[in-house]
């Protein structure tokens, strides 16, 4: 694997100042011997002339937040990170790589959830090349490598997860977004550190089922809802009865024998259960009356 190296090159101001004054001695050393109509002063001076203009060839802008990847004859010399006009040997091939922290959002990949229904997802991807060597040499296209390989991984973290679930202890696409972003970011760093990509954030940008069964999944999603709810509020009026029958007990407010105890124990669900308020009814004869 190549890594990278740094090679900024010379400053490029005062090599450009001594290219101007060589330029204009060269001028002058020109002109002068075309008035005497001397041969050899004016091929010297054309030497000179093609020399510096090689030379010229040599100089690069560096913007901020970008390098220049330097290869001599294919061969990898080093990059260029230090911005502004530098100098360095006019052979040299000069690659732009931009460092800017930049988005990617994917399309709207159809994909099957955990429990296999087919689903819409798309995310927004936040990267940089921190890497230049890696970026230019070890991937073909890396700006079209990160497209890939981001989609793949979203592909991929969509099968892990449902996309919705009502137990607070399952990890859903839905519900669970701030662990899934995590999850994708990490999977996306994996397949882009060989391109020097570094990921600073991936998150869901959307995501819905498919048209095809989304009139169907609501149906479905609302009844699970419906029976979640129902299990917490039996759950919450089981504990209620249970806390109400161990209080009486304990503080022997009331003795009641069994049967008493099971239609207290019904009346409470009734009323703790029920969509509708109870309507309250006053026993004004005994307990067992």
């Not at 001594?18 to 001076?45: K, M």
């Not at 994708?184 to 959307?206: P, Y």
Request: hydrophobic share 50%; glycine share 6%; net charge neutral.
């Amino acid at each position: 694997m190549i890594r990278e190296r740094t090679r900024n090159g010379a400053a490029g101001i005062p090599l450009l100042a001594l290219l101007i004054a060589a330029g204009a001695a060269t001028t002058y050393l020109f002109v002068s011997s075309a008035r005497n109509a001397e041969p050899i002063p004016i091929v010297l001076a054309s030497l000179l002339y093609l020399a510096e203009a090689f030379l010229a060839a040599g100089f690069f802008m560096v913007n901020p937040n970008e390098a220049r990847v330097l290869q001599l004859f294919g061969d990898y010399a080093g990059t260029a990170r230090t911005p502004g006009l530098r100098w360095a040997n006019p052979l040299l091939t000069k690659k732009r790589i931009s460092l800017r922290v930049r988005n990617f959002e994917s399309s709207h990949l159809k994909v099957n959830d955990r429990d296999g229904n087919p689903i819409e997802i798309a995310a927004v991807v936040v990267w940089r090349v921190v890497e230049t060597a890696e970026a230019a040499f070890e991937v073909d296209d890396y700006e079209n490598y990160v497209r890939v390989q981001s989609e793949a991984a979203v592909r991929n973290a969509a099968t892990s997860y449902p996309y919705d679930a009502h137990d607070d202890a399952v990890v859903s696409l839905r519900g669970a977004t701030a662990a899934v972003a995590e999850h994708l970011k990490r999977e996306i760093q994996d397949r882009l550190h060989k391109a020097g990509v570094e990921v600073l954030e991936a998150r869901i940008s959307h995501l819905a089922y498919a048209p095809e069964i989304a009139a169907a999944m609501l149906q479905r999603q609302q009844a699970g809802a419906i029976i979640a709810a129902r299990q917490r509020i039996v759950e919450g009026a089981v504990g209620m009865v249970d806390m109400a029958l161990e209080m009486l007990s304990r503080k022997a407010i009331v003795q009641l024998d069994e049967e008493r105890k099971a239609a207290m124990v019904s009346n409470l669900l009734v009323v703790l259960c029920g969509e509708r308020g109870a309507q309250p009814i006053l026993n004004t004869g005994t307990i067992h009356q």
